[in-house]
């Protein structure tokens, strides 16, 4: 698959590469692992929070919520939102809200993701989280008897991270391995195509150390040609980073004992290493470089991308596995968008006929024909029967839910306005890099602006 361009990039000049590694270097069987997730967290919240043990009988849909959705926890709504901010699609629950409806709650109010009363779902990981929401509002609004809506959301998120931190998920994960992660012998090879060409490697990930190793030991050193262990690539390893916080606080390192897994203060340089937490400004003095020498790789936009560019000069590169779905969908999807807009290109000019007739009755009355209106009004009420149909032929290539993840409607979707933002490149998977040398000049396509267009 290509890589995407959004602003130059030209590796020739990054020294340093830094990987993220849950849905980066490590790639999950996303629909399995998630309807995992979706079954343990729904028992941590019948053990934690006293909810009723039947909502561990609901059925785990991966349709039900893409990436990039955002929850509003007041109202019990997930939303799809524009790159300005505007609500395009919302559902209640499980329940579509209609146009009308959604306009009332919403008007033409600008969501802001830093109100408390919003929730992003903006990685993989966010996947199950919404799914649980969604049914769990449902199963309110039927009577069960289940805390408010924005406790809801803040219940389930705390029975993830128990779910994360006491072992219960991760162990299980490691035990069937093979059933949620993938292997795949082109990362190494790029990985090996990196350290060949003098690129220092360092693997930055919020995961805890034993994690890291299991899944790391599982998904490179099968393949490795050169060096015996996934730790003979990479100088660096940062584990439990606690991005974004890594990109904004002045936190000390840990030296970990690859071994024990014990810590200790780690004094001095942070130049090669297995490390806890730490600081991306002293590892970047530490290196002697300069941020523009250094290139992030990674797949949450907030914590991976967003911060790091508001706060550093490094280069960014996100990995988006879900848009090669949509890039499939796109494919297949083409000619209806093609006859889609030949039949708008038709509704203007039928648009701009009628208008031309209402100047006539104001100004040149003698001239002005109250049927030529009306042939006008039943020909556009043709293209937008014509236009409905296409479009509903159009929505089926796509999630049956939302829709499209890079687009609200006819606008960006704020997810696509972030990657677009944030990301001087991104990608389907690391891997795609392999289609490009280590000292490729990545460049944009000339943006054509409104007024440019032909």
């Avoid at 340089?269 to 991306?280: L, N, P, V």
Wanted: one cysteine or more; charged letters at 30%; aromatic letters at 10%.
């Amino acid at each position: 698959m290509p890589v995407y361009v959004n602003r130059t990039l030209n590796m020739k000049k990054i020294k340093a590469i830094g990987f993220d590694m849950d849905y980066t270097l490590v790639r999950y069987k996303s629909e399995a692992f998630e309807k995992f997730v979706h079954g343990l967290v729904l028992q941590k919240l019948v053990e934690l929070k006293n909810y009723p043990q039947e909502i561990t009988d609901l059925k785990f849909d991966f349709q039900l919520v893409i990436q990039g959705l955002v929850i509003d926890k007041p109202k019990g709504n997930l939303l799809q939102v524009s790159r300005f901010g505007k609500v395009k699609i919302a559902h209640h629950g499980l329940e579509p809200i209609p146009f009308k409806e959604q306009h009332e709650l919403y008007k033409n109010k600008v969501i802001d993701l830093r109100s408390p009363n919003f929730q992003s779902m903006d990685t993989n990981f966010s996947v199950s989280n919404g799914i649980m929401y969604a049914q769990l509002v449902d199963l309110k609004d039927k009577g069960m008897d289940l805390p408010d809506y924005a406790k809801l959301a803040d219940d389930i998120k705390e029975a993830i991270d128990v779910a994360h931190s006491d072992g219960s998920l991760k162990e299980y994960a490691v035990a069937h391995i093979e059933d949620f992660i993938v292997q795949d012998p082109n990362i190494v090879k790029l990985l090996e195509r990196f350290k060949r060409f003098g690129k220092k490697l360092m693997v930055i990930t919020n995961s805890e150390w034993w994690w890291t190793k299991k899944l790391m030991e599982y998904t490179i050193n099968p393949f490795l040609e050169e060096g015996e262990d996934w730790k003979d690539l990479f100088e660096i390893v940062v584990c439990l980073a606690g991005k974004p916080r890594f990109f904004t606080s002045k936190n000390m390192f840990l030296n970990i004992d690859p071994e024990t897994g014990l810590m200790s203060n780690a004094e001095g340089k942070i130049t090669e290493g297995i490390f806890q937490g730490g600081w991306a400004g002293k590892l970047q003095d530490d290196l002697g470089l300069d941020g523009e020498e250094i290139l992030y790789v990674g797949d949450h936009i907030f914590g991976d991308v967003l911060s790091l560019k508001k706060t550093f000069n490094w280069r960014t590169a996100l990995v988006l596995e879900p848009l090669e779905e949509e890039l499939e969908a796109n494919k297949k999807s083409k000619s209806v968008q093609q006859e889609i807009d030949k039949l708008m290109v038709s509704k203007e000019e039928l648009e701009r006929n009628l208008n031309m007739i209402e100047i006539l009755k104001h100004e040149d009355p003698e001239n002005y024909n109250k049927d030529d209106i009306n042939k006008v009004y039943a020909e556009i009420d043709r293209v937008n029967t014509q236009i409905s149909d296409l479009l509903d032929k159009y929505r089926e290539f796509y999630n049956p839910y939302w829709g499209e993840m890079m687009r609200a409607g006819q606008e960006e979707s704020r997810f696509a306005d972030q990657v677009e933002k944030y990301a001087c490149i991104y990608m389907t998977r690391v891997s795609d890099l392999l289609d490009y040398t280590p000292r490729t000049y990545f460049r944009p396509m000339k943006r054509i602006m409104a007024h440019e267009e032909l």
